[in-house]
């Protein structure tokens, strides 16, 4: 969506947070901005122009592809243009960047400053120091050139941050995310900036848990032991006792407080637009350039640095040898690292971490893992009792035997309680911890839907995660849970072909009835590549759904939702999920969970 740089409500705003326009202010930078340190930066502050260079992009060329959908030229176009530390196109292509990723309705006029006075009773900004979240790092609050006014600014955001977001836990790079931001634009333009990156369902920008904060880190340390082999085996040969934990646990740091700080904001450009990732390169370019440096340079002599690597890191970086240019250049190059590569390695440390969190917590920790704690709440739970046709059963007698089946919507009699309860309990305990906090809802059934893969679609495809659930005339209950939403069968990659298959390693296969298994993702444990067989989750076009693959398909259902096949599949090394191998769907219900 496109920003107006400083209309009136923001003008009238920031005279209200006691900042002062300024007369001399100096070309691109916020009022808030103490220029004279930036006046006096070094020699990348203005790039050397031979002549032979095509002129930089303006705002609104990159405005107008963005508009158009053209989200890999504009990728092109920030990672090849080097605008000056001081150019005024960042007050207005900042926002527009943020802006694609915003999901909530937090951005109407005067939103921010409502809560501002909700949060602290005034829009005046207060002289006195104010307390801050508890999910930021007192340790890392960098302000970067912000005036002490910036930095009371910048305290005032993240608080309203944190009011208006309370999921977030443990973020310590939000604070200087916000600090970059507010010297670009106004108080208002970088709260709705940081909305948008905290928000974003399609790519990551800011982790805002302790466990996701330590998978990243964890990520950074996994992929550079493959893209970086030769810089660890040199630390770790000089360091003999090093424990690259410790290094990798403060990666973040080497961007955001070791870098210069126009390195930093040509790295944003690229950041606010491809997330997370653009940092993970550069992570790497930095760990090959101190390597050769350490190799070259008395500086880093292994005596100089072998008792810590970690701050050696950071003021390496600070002298760091090449251009913002250069380093943008150096990091776009590391072949081999798509976003599909980290995802995956991301996946698998956060589903490893989790697992051994629980192993290593003890007989209360898992008993308090199969409390209600994380169950839907009594009311979604009886919503789902009357709405769902496979996770309801009750009982019904005959001579010979108990025959179990699924009840109708609103049906009361006979329903066991404890049998409902038990199969909720299975089920939740199995989904990933985070989506446990959110509560389900039922968006498509084939009972009130129809039975059409087009309505399904309809109903279902913007939806991340969803939960699908199957019961087959012969009564068999099965499903998968699945990581990404089904709209990604839509999705073109860089050749602009559509992609067969989709999905993450957080997709899981599930059995409920007459057998009670969960069948996760096979790379979960094990850290041999196992060929792209294993990495087949999701597929889906106008004829079909399927579910694994690599020697079979775990699940497929047909156009018409009404017929089906179980294979067992190298993806997620299950059996048959019926023994029929064929079924007849008489119930498919997906599940979207609210809030996410």
């Not at 802006?99 to 921010?112: A, E, P, R, S, V």
């Not at 040199?234 to 990666?251: A, H, N, S, T």
């Given at each position: 969506m496109p920003y107006h740089h400083r209309g009136d409500a923001s003008a009238q705003a920031d005279k209200l947070s006691g900042i002062v326009e300024e007369s001399d202010l100096y070309e691109g930078f916020a009022p808030h901005v103490e220029t004279s340190e930036i006046k006096s930066l070094d020699i990348y502050n203005v790039p050397k122009q031979t002549g032979k260079e095509p002129a930089l992009r303006s705002f609104t060329e990159i405005q107008q592809q963005l508009q158009q959908g053209?989200?890999?030229?504009?990728?092109?176009?920030?990672?090849?243009?080097?605008?000056?530390?001081?150019?005024p196109i960042r007050s207005q292509l900042w926002p527009l960047l943020?802006?694609?990723?915003?999901?909530?309705?937090?951005?109407?006029?005067?939103?921010?400053w409502e809560m501002v006075h909700q949060v602290f009773g005034t829009t005046e900004l207060s002289e006195k120091p104010i307390m801050l979240p508890a999910f930021v790092d007192a340790t890392h609050c960098l302000p970067y050139h912000l005036t002490s006014t910036g930095r009371a600014v910048a305290d005032r955001i993240v608080n309203v941050l944190g009011y208006d977001c309370p999921d977030i836990t443990y973020s310590p790079v939000l604070y200087p995310i916000t600090s970059i931001l507010l010297h670009f634009m106004s108080e208002e333009e970088a709260y709705i900036c940081l909305a948008g990156l905290v928000g974003s369902k399609e790519k990551v920008f800011i982790n805002q848990t302790k466990l996701l904060h330590e998978v990243t880190w964890k990520t950074v340390m996994q992929i550079a032991k493959k893209h970086t082999k030769s810089a660890i085996?040199?630390?770790?040969?000089?360091?003999?006792?090093?424990?690259?934990?410790?290094?990798?646990?403060?990666?973040?740091?080497?961007?955001?407080?070791?870098?210069?700080?126009?390195?930093?904001?040509?790295?944003?450009?690229?950041?606010?637009?491809?997330?997370?990732?653009?940092?993970?390169?550069?992570?790497?370019?930095?760990?090959?350039?101190?390597?050769?440096?350490?190799?070259?340079?008395?500086?880093?002599?292994?005596?100089?640095?072998?008792?810590?690597?970690?701050?050696?890191?950071?003021?390496?970086?600070?002298?760091?040898?090449?251009s913002p240019a250069k380093l943008l250049h150096a990091a776009f190059s590391i072949r081999g690292l798509s976003?599909?590569?980290?995802?995956?390695?991301?996946?698998?440390?956060?589903m490893l971490l989790k697992s051994r969190s629980v192993l290593n917590s003890g007989s209360k920790q898992?008993?308090?893992?199969?409390?209600?704690?994380?169950l839907p709440t009594s009311q979604s739970q009886v919503n789902i009792q009357m709405m769902s046709h496979t996770l309801t059963i009750r009982e019904m007698h005959s001579e010979s035997c108990r025959n179990l089946h699924f009840g109708l919507p609103g049906t009361t009699n006979f329903i066991k309680t404890w049998t409902d309860r038990q199969f909720l309990f299975t089920l939740w305990s199995w989904l990933p911890v985070r989506i446990t906090m959110y509560q389900p809802v039922l968006l498509y059934t084939t009972e009130e839907h129809g039975c059409s893969l087009t309505t399904f679609y309809v109903r279902v495809e913007q939806h991340e995660p969803t939960l699908l659930m199957i019961k087959t005339c012969n009564n068999e209950v099965f499903g998968a849970y699945c990581s990404s939403r089904w709209f990604e069968r839509n999705v073109k990659d860089d050749r602009g072909q559509r992609q067969a298959y989709f999905g993450t390693g957080e997709t899981f296969l599930f059995s409920l009835y007459p057998e009670r298994a969960k069948y996760p993702w096979v790379g979960i444990e094990n850290d041999k590549d196992l060929g792209h067989s294993s990495e087949l989750f999701m597929a889906a076009d106008s004829k079909m759904i399927t579910i694994g693959g690599g020697e079979g398909q775990a699940i497929w259902m047909d156009e018409n939702i009404r017929f089906g096949k179980t294979d067992s599949c190298k993806t997620f090394n299950n059996p048959p999920l019926c023994p029929s191998g064929d079924f007849e769907i008489r119930v498919l219900e997906v599940y979207g969970f609210v809030g996410i």
């Open positions: 053209k989200k890999r030229e504009v990728k092109n176009i920030l990672r090849e243009n080097s605008w000056p530390i001081n150019s943020c802006g694609q990723h915003l999901t909530k309705q937090n951005t109407l006029d005067g939103f921010y085996s040199y630390f770790q040969r000089i360091c003999p006792g090093l424990k690259l934990e410790r290094v990798f646990m403060d990666w973040c740091w080497w961007i955001l407080a070791g870098l210069p700080f126009q390195h930093l904001v040509r790295i944003m450009d690229c950041y606010f637009h491809e997330g997370i990732k653009v940092l993970y390169r550069v992570a790497l370019v930095i760990l090959n350039l101190f390597h050769k440096e350490c190799q070259s340079n008395n500086e880093w002599s292994p005596d100089n640095i072998k008792n810590d690597i970690g701050n050696a890191m950071i003021k390496f970086c600070k002298k760091i040898p090449v976003s599909q590569y980290i995802s995956r390695i991301f996946v698998k440390t956060e898992l008993i308090k893992s199969r409390s209600s704690d994380n």
